[in-house]
């Protein structure tokens, strides 16, 4: 699969919905389609991310400010050092959260949503495909419990991912898909899975 340029497909939504194993099926599904295909992963593992990561498993260790100043700078480096350079390439991307998820999570601890939007988009390359995971908290909650032993991260409380999910359910674009993330996870997958490769076959070269 050659394509003309380069791509980049974000999976977004709260915690719980189950966006990381999408992501992955995903790319396991575009590389054996041949694909030039790389995954990518926000907060990412650079110092900022990786102090994003310690941070978050103790409660209001950070202002609101400070924890968008950390996204931002991790971003920052994960474009330059990521994204811009995969897409240079004509790679596929796949995207585990983005600038999105700021706009959301920081927007729920009541910076403005627009602000941070406005901020992100000055620096951050384009995506051109975004799926938003849409699930109730609670549920999504219940889920992150089967697989764990107790919640690590103040993120995951269910008053704070209401907001949240608001904020994700309000993000519109000709490039935005909503997605429920309620029912079976195949019927996910088929739904991203159609939309990705019918734009993937709009840009493969002669």
Known sequence: MKLKKGVLIVL???????????AKRLL?????KGADAVYFLEPSNSHWGKTIKAKAVIADSLTPEEELDLFQKDR??????????????????????YYFSTIAYQGARGIDPEMIRLQNESFAVKPDLVFILDIDPQKGLNRIAINREKMDSHFEREDYLVSVREIFRGL???????????????????????????????????
């Open 28 to 32: 396991e599904t575009l590389l054996k």
């Open 12 to 22: 977004d939504g709260i915690d719980g919905t189950g966006k990381t194993s999408q």
């Open 172 to 206: 519109e674009g000709e490039n935005i898909h909503h997605i429920d993330a309620s029912r079976p996870e195949e019927d996910i997958y088929k739904d991203i899975e159609k939309i990705v490769f019918d734009y993937l076959r709009s840009l493969e070269s002669d």
């Open 76 to 97: 920052k480096e994960n474009v330059e050092k990521n994204l811009t350079p995969a897409l240079q390439k004509k790679q596929v991307i796949v995207l585990d959260r």
